[in-house]
């Protein structure tokens, strides 16, 4: 028997794409380019911006026919209401079986998911946010995380994944903090492109958003205007996505929703065309953010029709209309056939949209929809490794007269909103926080110990109290009293506040939960004020999706631990680190401001960006990027490089050190790498984060660290545009922070200036080996 060309996995995937669109009618092919979203809430509470106004989901009788066309994607079949595992594996399957059955050829839709910090459906593993995976500095822990999470999508019949979000921290104010990995485009980049690794070993498409300049939103406010400067663009905001695309292997990108001078990236072909996929190689599909398509008629007015909005993004680069059609159904067709758009454009994007389905197997005729076994998210693997995460990111900020870890048969008054809330180790983009909100009368799917039950259980021979003190963000102060009373009772008080995640203003962190200062949410500023009154010693337990400024407080806390939602295993994670069990090894990931207003700040400054004479704004934060302590000891002994040393504008140098565990408990250092550039043809970053390596010890033990800096790592982008590496003096600082310097390696780069392309190396190289 004969099979068609398309069907035959013996060909190369491109003749059977080129075969398969020859076949096609002009409402197929457009079919490809949109998904469909069931069941999306029309109410006014969804988790997408202006979703009321953006979704009409199709009745029975219309999905029956739409589907006789084909449909590209499915759109949140688990992360849209809840829904039993098994259950939603097998209604999908079905749903899979019902488009394939209706359309011409047999193929199914490629379903997708948000999975930022797990798998987004009910009942699946909630790990810690992204920036909490900055906070660990270990890259290899989230690239076995993005395999967890990609074997569970893969079991449950999803294809593409909506993560990892790669922006880079501008301002800490912007709601979406929580869902960065930090503040700095290296740290972002390398930590990024392992978690793009682990999610495309298991078969998932990753999908990199948001491209590009969204998180530089003007004043912190979700899908304002970029301000960005071609050179704060080139050389902070594109890196992670470059590098998790060389490196990570990421298979799809997301459009941004924001413009920058002018030019939303949905419409910008310079972008998504010449950037993407001329300079960088790339050949997966771009897809949309939720109704950003549309939005070039409604937010941007760019386009005065639906069919003008298509033919925007298509000519751009925009490949997938997420999450419902609206552009790249009637609307695109009517104008394809009016002449007005070239139906060229929609073959480019259909070509596209097919290799990738092509790829994943279902353009094969043995395709099968159905789950080969029992769906289980939330197995113990996933416990334990959301646990060895949680751990890991874990801040200690501030311990200066050894309070912790505590006394086993302390009393401990533990207080505060955040202490006896499961949800308050969750992030926005949890089911529990995302979704589970519209369903009160829904459990949670999940086990979540809060940080009062976890410490109780860590601290069996404690005499634990509790007083919840105020709500998150509520201006109610009468609950403080009650606080206070337990604090004086007690031989230590465990404040423990934060944020509460949410939606578009439905939270304090979160997806359009953006805010004008960095004052901590509510009145928990003048509840931590009443304890410090009390004289009694008050260790402070921050649960946030940001930083907050802490430097009213600097000095009179006993101690200072911050965790960034740390997800479901987040309560035994901070128990652990306040009992000892666990010793602290998380670095910031972003500076801890010292006061509440002065941003946007971060630590990559040029010299007028820092403290000096001519303002009275000190911009110095409290505790900078890299900082956190241990209940251990480290010596750093040995290092190379006293000498100017000189490398060609094209060489590397090899910098190492012994890091020795001179305290009595195991632990981890993280040994940080920055550049300093003293002279430049334009301003550069005071320093710069360019390697890092975490080192695991036990007391005593030794290790030798090398990190290979090559001279394209001080590569910036010059007054002409092109990314250069100049000949010049250069400093390479070792130190546990970017504020603090252990050691300096001087440098000078002799020969030409060097215009680089995009085969230019990305990472420091490291090598750890015994040293004894």
């Known amino acids: 028997?004969?099979?068609?060309?398309?069907?035959?996995?013996?060909?190369?995937?491109?003749?059977?794409?080129?075969?398969?669109?020859?076949?096609?009618?002009?409402?197929?092919?457009?079919?490809?380019?949109?998904?469909?979203?069931?069941?999306?809430?029309?109410?006014?509470?969804?988790?997408?911006?202006?979703?009321?106004?953006?979704?009409?989901?199709?009745?029975?009788?219309?999905?029956?026919?739409?589907?006789?066309?084909?449909?590209?994607?499915?759109?949140?079949?688990?992360?849209?209401?809840?829904?039993?595992?098994?259950?939603?594996?097998?209604?999908?399957?079905?749903?899979?079986?019902?488009?394939?059955?209706?359309?011409?050829?047999?193929?199914?839709?490629?379903?997708?998911?948000?999975?930022?910090?797990?798998?987004?459906?009910?009942?699946?593993?909630?790990?810690?946010?992204?920036?909490?995976?900055?906070?660990?500095?270990?890259?290899?822990?989230?690239?076995?995380?993005?395999?967890?999470?990609?074997?569970d999508l893969r079991a449950a019949g999803v294809h593409q994944g909506l993560a990892p979000v790669l922006d880079v921290v501008r301002d800490p104010r912007w709601g979406r903090v929580e869902e960065t990995i930090g503040e700095d485009p290296y740290l972002v980049g390398t930590v990024g492109a392992a978690y793009v690794r682990g999610l495309e070993s298991a078969g998932i498409i990753a999908t990199l958003k948001h491209f590009a300049g969204y998180a530089s939103s003007a004043g912190a406010r979700n899908l304002a205007p970029v301000r960005a400067g071609v050179r704060e663009f080139a050389d902070v905001t594109l890196p992670p996505f470059e590098m998790a695309l060389r490196e990570g292997g990421a298979r799809s990108v997301m459009a941004a929703y924001t413009e920058t001078d002018g030019v939303p990236v949905s419409a910008d072909p310079r972008l998504l065309t010449e950037l993407l996929r001329d300079e960088w190689g790339f050949t997966g599909t771009v897809v949309a953010d939720y109704f950003g398509i549309g939005f070039l008629r409604t937010q941007h007015r760019v386009a005065e029709d639906e069919a003008g909005a298509a033919h925007l993004a298509l000519a751009a680069g925009v490949d997938v209309e997420l999450p419902t059609l609206h552009c790249y159904g009637t609307p695109l067709v009517t104008a394809v056939r009016e002449g007005r758009v070239p139906e060229s454009l929609v073959d480019r994007a259909a070509r596209r949209v097919l290799l990738q389905k092509c790829e994943l197997g279902l353009l094969d005729a043995d395709w099968q929809p159905e789950p080969t076994g029992p769906v289980d998210l939330d197995p113990a693997d996933n416990r334990a490794l959301a646990r060895r995460l949680a751990q890991e990111s874990v801040v200690l900020l501030d311990n200066p007269d050894g309070l912790l870890p505590l006394a086993p048969d302390t009393r401990v008054a533990v207080v505060g909103p955040r202490a006896a809330d499961a949800l308050a180790m969750l992030g926005c983009y949890s089911f529990p926080s995302h979704v589970l909100p519209h369903h009160p009368e829904v459990p949670l799917g999940i086990s979540i110990p809060t940080v009062l039950d976890s410490l109780r259980a860590e601290l069996p021979d404690a005499k634990v109290t509790f007083a919840q003190g105020c709500e998150v963000a509520d201006p109610d102060t009468a609950g403080i009293q009650e606080a206070v009373t337990r604090a004086a009772e007690a031989d230590v008080c465990v404040a423990v506040l934060g944020d509460r995640a949410g939606l578009f203003g439905r939270g304090t962190s979160g997806e359009g939960c953006d805010v004008a200062d960095l004052e901590l949410p509510g009145v928990q500023g003048e509840l931590l004020d009443a304890l410090v009154a009390t004289g009694i010693p008050v260790v402070l337990v921050l649960l946030t999706g940001r930083p907050y400024a802490l430097g009213r407080w600097q000095g009179r806390l006993g101690a200072v631990v911050q965790a960034f939602f740390p997800g479901e295993e987040g309560g035994p994670a901070v128990a652990g680190v306040l009992s000892g069990r666990v010793n602290?090894?998380?670095?910031?990931?972003?500076?801890?401001?010292?006061?509440?207003?002065g941003q946007p700040w971060t630590y990559l400054q040029p010299p007028l960006g820092l403290a000096g004479e001519v303002s009275s704004l000190d911009p110095t934060p409290l505790y900078p990027f890299g900082h956190g302590r241990s209940y251990t000891t480290f010596s750093w002994q040995d290092c190379t490089g006293d000498d100017v040393t000189e490398v060609t504008t094209d060489g590397s140098y090899d910098l190492s050190l012994t890091v020795r565990n001179t305290g009595g408990c195991a632990g981890a250092e993280v040994v940080q790498l920055y550049l300093h550039d003293p002279v430049a043809s334009v301003t550069r970053p005071d320093v710069r984060l360019i390697g890092y390596q975490r080192v695991e010890l036990v007391p005593g033990e030794a290790r030798r660290v090398t990190f290979r800096f090559h001279a394209d790592l001080s590569s910036f982008t010059d007054r002409t545009g092109a990314r250069v590496v100049e000949p010049g003096a250069l400093e390479l600082r070792l130190g546990p922070s970017s504020a603090e310097v252990r050691h300096t390696a001087r440098l000078r780069l002799t020969g030409r200036v060097r215009v680089l392309g995009p085969d230019r190396m990305l990472r420091c190289g490291t090598r750890v080996f015994p040293a004894d």
């Open 1 to 151: 028997m004969t099979i068609a060309p398309w069907r035959d996995p013996a060909r190369p995937a491109a003749d059977r794409v080129g075969d398969l669109l020859s076949r096609m009618t002009l409402e197929e092919k457009t079919a490809q380019l949109y998904g469909v979203w069931v069941g999306a809430a029309t109410d006014g509470g969804g988790v997408a911006p202006l979703q009321r106004e953006m979704t009409a989901g199709p009745s029975a009788d219309e999905w029956n026919e739409l589907i006789t066309r084909g449909l590209g994607q499915l759109t949140r079949s688990f992360g849209t209401a809840p829904v039993a595992a098994d259950v939603g594996a097998e209604a999908l399957a079905r749903a899979q079986r019902r488009i394939a059955a209706a359309g011409r050829f047999g193929i199914p839709a490629l379903a997708h998911e948000e999975c930022l910090a797990g798998f987004t459906a009910w009942g699946a593993t909630a790990y810690p946010v992204p920036l909490a995976w900055g906070a660990a500095f270990d890259p290899a822990l989230v690239e076995e995380l993005g395999r967890h999470i990609g074997r």
């Open 584 to 597: 602290p090894s998380g670095r910031l990931p972003v500076s801890v401001p010292r006061l509440p207003g």
